[in-house]
């Protein structure tokens, strides 16, 4: 039983995956069924209910996955068009095809194989993929399961980890897709960005997606806050990412970055001794 369950979910997967299979069905499906080693009396039972379902199944997910890839990468699907983006999503599912259980997580998995082929496309924007990508991570800042936090009352120590927003997340952007807002028309167009140039992402107290743009040494500062190091790790491992020696300039700087990385709700204060 369970090894008859197995090969009709394989069976399953495969009708989804494989436009040929689907060709094969329509043509002749007890000779496409046959192949795929199935028992006979799945194989009567499958023809009895009909191959037309194993047909619907395939025009259905795949309907699916393409209706939820283009609502989460919002405009930039309009720069591909419909015909574009499902001929990807098509190959997509035929190649690879989604690992995750949850289909709020395909957009981002999608996205992560196309990537290559979208970014190397003469005919698409150069900035396309990555305003794909920032209009999926506004969907998950928003959906981040994961609490905010509260402004705590404890002072940020040198020798200390400090709390941070846990949906925070520094990002280096090649555009300005960040500066678009957050229902950017089909005509906007994105400037380009100095290369290595930093954005903070997170949720506000709020609920809403927010970015910062960030200095370079301040984004490697904060990457090692959000890692979990002490402030004084944070501070010479910066120095150390940026080339440069610590000193009562960079103090000061620092100084003035925490403040507003807590204005803004991105630090939320230092971490209290159990």
Known sequence: MLAERDAIQSLLGQVIRDRALREQLERDPAAALAARGLAEADREHILAVGVERLIAYHEMVHSRLFRTIRTFIG????????????ADVH????????SSPYLREVPREFHRWVAPSWDADDSLPPWLSELASHQILRRDLRNDPRAVGPALDTKIELEAPVVCNATARVLRYRWAVHRLGRRPRVDDTPTALEPGH?????????????FLDIKPRSAALLELLL???????????ACEASGEALDDEILSVTAVTLASLSEAHVLLGGRADP
């Open 227 to 237: 890692a979990g190091k002490t402030l004084r790790e944070a501070l010479f491992g």
């Open 91 to 98: 190959r997509f599912v035929a190649e690879r095809g989604p």
């Open 198 to 210: 930093a954005v903070v992402a997170f949720r506000s107290p709020a609920g809403k997606p927010s």
């Open 75 to 86: 405009v930039a699907a309009e720069h591909l068009g419909d015909a574009r983006l499902h």
